[in-house]
Structure formats: structure tokens, C-alpha cells
């Protein structure tokens, strides 16, 4: 098994910034590919960035060139570098890490990210 916590959301104000952070532990080896999803209300989950362990990295179009994903392997952690923040980025982010050798999907709890107009 594989645990993700999340920190670093909160409150901001339209073109501020905020930084994401995800820890995993556990079974870490087991873990292939990272990233971010959000899911605002009465919305489907969406994805927003994706990591490799290689470090090839995916954006969703609405965050291309504001958000930038990385990650440290040794730790493991996963951050996501959210600038230029608009209101229609308010939505519970959930950190994910992949397992390819069982095909599992691990999630944290989310942490919610809040941008007023």
C-alpha cells in the first residue's frame, strides 16, 4: 500500500500563487507515475498534471504555462507550482501515484484550494 498526504492549500486572491506538496510513503518503490487532479463542485474530477518517474510531465490545457509539476524521487514528493491563480481554479485537489505492476491508483484526501475574484 501506498499513503499520499497532502498540504498546502488555502485561500488566495486572483493572480496569486500557491505550491502544492504530496508525500508518499509506504510501498514507494511500487509507484511509477504522480500527479495532480482537481474536482470542483457538482464537477467531474479532472486531471491536472502528470509526472513520470522519469520526469516527463502532461498539463491540462487550462493550466498550461501557470502550473508547473515536479517531483523529488528520493523523498518521494510531488508539488505542483500553481501561478497566476483564477478564480475558476477553486476546487479540492487530490494527489495520485500510480502502480503499474498491480494497475492500482492511490489517492490523498485532497486539499482544497480557494481563489476569490
Known amino acids: 500500500q501506498v499513503q499520499l498526504v497532502e498540504s498546502g492549500g488555502g485561500s488566495v486572491q486572483a493572480g496569486g500563487s500557491l505550491r502544492l506538496s504530496c508525500v508518499a510513503s509506504?510501498?514507494?518503490?511500487?509507484?511509477?507515475?504522480m500527479g495532480w487532479y482537481r474536482q470542483a463542485p457538482g464537477k467531474q474530477r479532472e486531471l491536472v498534471a502528470a509526472i513520470s518517474s522519469g520526469g516527463s510531465t502532461n498539463y491540462a490545457y487550462s493550466v498550461k504555462g501557470r502550473f508547473t509539476i515536479s517531483r523529488d524521487n528520493a523523498k518521494p514528493t510531488v508539488y505542483l507550482q500553481m501561478n497566476s491563480l483564477k478564480p475558476e481554479d477553486t476546487a479540492v485537489y487530490f494527489c495520485s501515484a500510480d502502480s503499474p505492476g498491480n494497475g492500482d491508483r492511490y489517492w490523498g484526501q485532497g486539499t482544497q484550494v480557494t481563489v476569490s475574484s
Open positions: 509506504g510501498s514507494t518503490s511500487r509507484i511509477n507515475a
